[in-house]
């Protein structure tokens, strides 16, 4: 099948190259030529595992190339809509801009019978506005929200745990189409959910609206462990045994970030406001507070166990990516808290094993170097993202090089008895302190 990709970004670029991956003829589309000469060249804008052999892959088969010129996409049948929709600024709504433009610039290249998609996370609602004109010139529209997690974008774009097509009322057509793109992705047991248009978009938000709350559920949980002497995680444990809760994202610590979960409950709650159902997400906002005050609370357990203020302090500050296995910045609690120590006169040396470049483009203020140049001499460390490197730290060795054994564990992600084994005064988020 021959596709086109609009919009190369996170969601676009692994798009495009599973697509071609999965046997289709693809050429991905975006207005940025560095980008597209990048991606042309077979490097990856973004760290994601797995995408440049995927990249490479496409590239050599020629069933994929990239392109600034949206004409290129005409010859395609089925065309993906795959731009960004960030947070406006000033507001808290869905910036609509590129999705209106990537159609309004495709439109003129559609023949009778394409079929776009529209991927995007959008306000419910959008497929609908956005049908007319497409219909007008004999094509037709789809919503198929997209569920990929950053860090595993190219596991689950080419093994998806469901499928879910919004479609216009009798078009049985897009869903054939729609199957035969994802034919080789499809196994016997995955679920495909033909639906409207609406509830495809709200399929998406809700999803995310959901495992936002199950995040600030269990930081709240933190806040009240933190007075009463109790321990989340083992709290966590405890409740995810029951099969209806389930263990997964119960992990207490710094919140979440990333281009996606914060910007769409955020985007949700506008659109809730507009249709006059304000009051049936009016939690969201408790979810955001909970979410933003975790970082605050990382901030002032360093500024207290290093006894009332973090000037002129070395503070060791382990992770800038919101998560991971990804070099994404984007509001991200670790490089928030960076900011924060920061700008509370601390001599921050912030690490990541791949976000520096990202971070230091947001904040050329703070200062950058290697895991070895942050812990030298360091009087805390504070451990924001979870990555595999910090995790499998040895404490004993860390001990050696940092001026003072306190550890923050934003991610309660290490060994607490093995670090206060070690001579570290441990500190987690919602359990006690440990130290020998
Ligand atoms: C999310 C959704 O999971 C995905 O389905 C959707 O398509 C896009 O948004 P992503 O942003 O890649 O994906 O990251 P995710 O793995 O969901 O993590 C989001 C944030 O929550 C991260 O900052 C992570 O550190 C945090 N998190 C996750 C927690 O704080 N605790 C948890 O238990 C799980």
Avoid at 238 to 254: E, P, S, T, W
Avoid at 280 to 304: G, M, P, T, W
Wanted: aromatic share 6%; proline share 4%.
């Amino acid at each position: 099948m021959r596709i086109s990709v609009i919009g190369c970004g996170y969601l676009g670029a692994v798009h495009a190259a599973s697509l071609a991956h999965l046997g289709h003829d693809v050429v991905g589309i975006d207005v940025d030529p560095e980008k597209v000469e990048n991606l042309s060249a077979g490097r990856a804008p973004i760290f994601e595992p797995g995408l440049p052999d995927l990249l490479a892959e496409g590239l050599e088969s020629t069933r994929l190339r990239f392109s600034t010129d949206i004409a290129d996409a005409a010859g395609a049948h089925v065309h993906f809509i795959a731009v960004g929709t960030p947070q406006l600024a000033g507001s808290t709504g869905a910036d609509m801009r590129f999705v209106d433009a990537a159609v309004a610039s495709l439109i003129p290249h559609l023949r009778g019978g394409d079929l776009v998609v529209g991927k995007s996370t959008v306000p419910v609602g959008t497929a609908a506005r956005l049908a007319p004109d497409i219909e007008a010139v004999g094509a037709r529209l789809a919503w198929n929200p997209e569920f990929l997690r950053e860090g595993y974008a190219v596991t689950d774009t080419i093994a998806p745990d469901r499928l879910v097509y919004g479609i216009a009322d009798g078009d049985d057509i897009a869903v054939d189409e729609l199957n035969e793109v994802y034919a080789a992705a499809i196994e016997s047991d995955t679920p495909v959910i033909v639906t409207d248009y609406a509830t495809a978009e709200l399929v998406k938000v809700a999803a995310n609206s959901f495992l936002a709350t199950k995040i600030s559920f269990i930081n709240a949980m933190a806040e009240i462990a933190e007075v009463t002497g109790a321990d989340v995680t083992k709290l966590a444990d405890a409740i995810g045994y029951d099969k209806r809760i389930g263990r997964k994202f119960l992990n207490a610590g710094v919140g979440f970030g990333g281009g996606c979960l914060p910007k769409d409950i955020r985007a949700f709650t506008a659109r809730a406001e507009e249709l006059g159902r304000s009051d049936s997400v009016a939690f969201l906002k408790e979810v955001d507070a909970i979410n933003l005050r975790r970082r605050e609370r990382v901030v002032e357990l360093v500024i207290e166990r290093l006894g009332g203020s973090a000037f002129q302090k070395k503070v060791a500050v382990l992770g800038l990516a919101f998560k991971p296995n990804s070099d994404d910045v984007r509001d991200s609690p670790a490089l928030d808290v960076a900011v924060r120590l920061h700008g509370l006169g601390a001599n921050v040396v912030a690490t990541d094993p791949e976000a520096i470049a990202n971070s230091r483009r947001l904040h050329p203020q703070l200062t950058f170097g290697t895991v070895e140049e942050a812990l030298a001499g360091a009087d805390a460390v504070v451990v924001v993202t979870e990555w595999k490197q910090y995790r499998h730290l040895d404490p004993r060795e860390v001990a050696a090089v940092v001026a003072n054994p306190l550890v923050i564990d934003a991610r309660n992600c290490l060994d607490a008895e093995a670090w206060a084994d070690a001579g570290w005064e441990y500190v987690g988020l919602g359990r006690r302190p440990l130290s020998r």
